[in-house]
């Protein structure tokens, strides 16, 4: 059969029309008969890939959502651990700055020892 006379109403029938006239057209013309064997087959296809594709979603999901929990985590603890270490650098530098060698204008290193 040839394009020209090839039937491109499925569509048209499908969306358009009832249902009845549909399944009649169907029945009449094996062009739209062939279109609809193929829909068919790939919706059976969707149907049978649907729960594979749905629980790789979820699984993907999960990871995700802990990836996220331990990035919290993570940047939690590296602003609480940082804070504390400035704090204690904070204290040292008072310590140097306050010591009594460096209060009697001697050098010292950074930790606030005599330096020789």
């Known amino acids: 059969m040839n394009n020209e006379n090839k039937c491109d109403k499925y569509e048209a029938y499908f ?3 009832d249902e009845k006239d549909f399944i009649n057209h169907i029945k009449d013309c094996p062009d739209c008969q062939k279109e609809h064997d193929m829909q068919q087959k790939i919706s059976s296809l969707i149907k049978e890939a649907a729960p594979v594709y749905l629980k790789t979603k979820q699984k993907q999901k999960s990871v995700l959502k802990k990836l996220a ?3 919290v985590l993570f940047v939690g603890i590296s602003v609480y651990t940082g804070c504390n270490m400035y704090e204690d650098y904070l204290v040292q530098q008072d310590f140097v700055d306050n010591s009594c060698i ?3 204008g001697l050098p010292t290193d950074d930790y606030g020892f005599f330096e020789i």
């Open 102 to 104: 460096s209060m009697l």
């Open 69 to 71: 929990c331990c990035f």
């Open 15 to 17: 969306v358009f029309n």
